[in-house]
């Protein structure tokens, strides 16, 4: 009796090891990394080089393939997290708003003037804020590894000039994602209208919306001067940083080897798709918007007491989410960028 009970237990630990030898038979022949846009655009190029890095350094054992258009979400990239939370999404970068409507700390980012410069986001990102986001984000569902940029967020439209609170009243905006963003810009005398991305752009060329807030890659790249775009505000309001993340039973599937490739391979990533996201706006002269400015667009740059008018109306909103979001996430994210290197 006690040969064959031994027996089957060296045969146990034999397919046991075995299978530690040959991880790659549980890997998908193919992951599926969900983006919004594409690689004509920062964000996309970023998702590019991150599952180039990773296919390089695991010998193809990781093979990833982009999935532009948020199209394993039919383009609603408000239900983006809950599928990469559920795995009909492998992977994913996204944008901070996107996810809001199931983290609500995510809405930080989104909270009208709190980050003034690239430096106040970095010091949110890099700092203690980032990682309490990213434990979070790990309560939430997923693997958070990284983070990337889309970036600053400005006002464009088709009608006038914007300089003051009052240019936006009556303006019809459209916004995407939080709630947070209907009551900035309700306060701000505008008739906000929330949309995805795929629906902006045919509302924007029809004009049944005259304005959106984005940032200036995403104008450029999506050639918002031709669905009448002709003016642009550099107010700064919100930023929305990028996360790379990945599905947790994806992640649990690959050797802690394999699990260091990935994350390293979305840090230099982010790294690099950050630089790439800032490139011609954190230089000196700013030469994108000069390239912008050219396509016949006009760009608006505020005093420090007119973006201090728009500041103090939208005031009112910072304070109502405060508690939603976490007071004392918040007064650590001010803390923070009080202290940051300029
Ligand atoms: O929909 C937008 O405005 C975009 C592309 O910036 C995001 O996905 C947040």
Redesign the pocket.
């Known amino acids: 009796m006690r040969v064959p009970t031994l027996f089957k237990f060296a045969a146990a630990v034999a397919a046991l090891s075995f299978a530690a030898l040959a991880p790659a038979q549980n890997y998908k022949p193919e992951y599926k990394m969900s983006l ?2 594409g690689t004509a655009f920062p964000w996309g190029k970023g998702g590019e080089i991150w599952a180039n890095l990773v296919r390089e350094r695991t010998n193809g054992r990781i093979n990833i393939k982009l999935y532009p258009g948020v199209s394993l979400v039919q383009g609603d ?1 408000t239900r983006e997290f809950t599928a990469i939370r559920q795995g009909v999404i492998d992977m994913a970068i996204g ?1 901070t ?2 996810w809001s409507p199931q983290v609500k700390e995510l809405n930080l980012f989104s909270l009208p003037f709190l980050m003034p410069d690239y430096a106040a986001i970095d010091a949110l990102t890099q700092g203690d804020v980032g990682k309490h986001i990213f434990t979070t984000l790990d309560k939430a569902g997923v693997v958070p590894l990284a983070w990337g940029e ?1 970036g600053f967020r400005e006002i464009t439209n088709s009608k006038h000039e914007i300089r003051t609170p009052d240019n936006l009243k009556g303006l019809k905006i459209r916004v ?2 939080s709630p947070l963003f209907l009551d900035t810009f309700t306060a701000l005398g505008a008739n906000p209208t929330q949309m995805s ?1 795929a629906d ?1 752009q045919p509302a924007l060329a029809s004009g049944a919306v005259d304005g959106q807030e ?1 940032p200036m890659s ?1 104008f450029t790249a999506a050639k918002l001067q031709n669905v009448g775009q002709k003016y642009v505000t550099m107010w700064h309001y919100v930023a ?1 940083p990028l996360v790379f993340v990945v599905n947790k039973d994806v992640w649990a599937s690959w050797t802690p080897a394999d699990q260091a490739i990935v994350r390293q391979a979305a840090l230099d990533a982010g790294k690099e798709e950050i630089a790439i996201a800032r490139k011609g706006l954190d230089e000196p002269g700013q030469p994108l918007l000069k390239e912008i400015a050219a396509l016949g667009v006009t760009i608006t740059e505020l005093t420090p007491a007119e973006r201090e008018a728009f500041v103090k109306t939208t005031r009112p909103v910072f304070e109502k989410w405060k508690p939603q979001i976490g007071a004392a996430l918040v007064d650590s994210a001010e803390k923070a960028i009080a202290a940051r290197k300029k």
């Open positions: 919004v846009v990239q944008s708003i996107n889309n995407v994602g991305w902006a984005n995403i929305d």
